[in-house]
């Protein structure tokens, strides 16, 4: 397990998370190319044919950002033609006596570590202690400790490329988790139970509690 957050800046990220865009509309051109316009004015050219190649695009996404739902990406361009995407998010593994905390998402997906996605002009820690404080409504004076995991590629139907970071999380014995608006319960339980529930909403949350050294 990686315990130094400087050592793990420099060895495990491949990507530059000042690449982050907030995109705030999207529109289609005539030949059925697409242009992402973020918060700054800037466009972003997306050719039809590197469509579900790059990155997933439709008239649903676009109608979503569209309706006042900005959604953050990742670029790295030529000029302003888009050549990779992806999307990058934060998972918290909370851990206390041998056990993880999990939310049950509303969407009836399952049972998920809390987390979500890193917003432009965040680093990955900052977002992961944004997620909890948002998802189960810990504050950030009562974290103990909290160490960064491997990145890791999520199996996110949402984005051809799309990665996590997943951090654990040690916090107060006497703290009482809840869960927030997008959920429906919580629980704690067994690292081992987890690892073993095929209920998890993703594939790779079972990945990430592979990795925890509890």
């Excluded at 590629?153 to 988790?177: G, Q």
Aim: hydrophobic share 40%; no cysteine.
């Amino acid at each position: 397990m990686i315990t130094d957050y400087n050592k793990f800046n420099e060895s495990i990220s491949n990507f530059d998370l000042d690449k982050l865009v907030t995109i705030i509309n999207i529109k289609k051109t005539k030949n059925g190319d697409w242009v992402y316009i973020d918060n700054n004015k800037k466009e972003y050219f997306l050719p039809k044919s590197k469509i579900d190649i790059i990155t997933k695009i439709d008239d649903n996404l676009a109608n979503f950002v569209n309706s006042g739902n900005p959604i953050t990406k990742y670029f790295e361009l030529n000029g302003n033609e888009i050549v990779y995407a992806a999307n990058f998010a934060v998972d918290g593994v909370i851990l206390r006596d041998g056990h993880v905390y999990l939310i049950e998402r509303k969407d009836g997906r399952g049972w998920a570590l809390p987390g979500g996605f890193i917003d432009a002009g965040d680093s990955a820690k900052q977002a992961v202690i944004r997620e909890l404080e948002e998802e189960t409504l810990l504050k950030k004076e009562n974290i103990k400790t909290i160490k960064p995991l491997n990145i890791i590629r999520a199996n996110d139907p949402r984005e051809i490329n799309f990665f996590t970071y997943p951090f654990v999380i040690t916090i107060d014995d006497d703290v009482e988790l809840k869960f927030a608006d997008d959920a429906i319960n919580s629980k704690w339980l067994f690292l081992n139970r987890a690892i073993k529930n095929n209920n998890l909403a993703f594939t790779h949350h079972i990945d990430i509690l592979k990795l925890v050294d509890y």
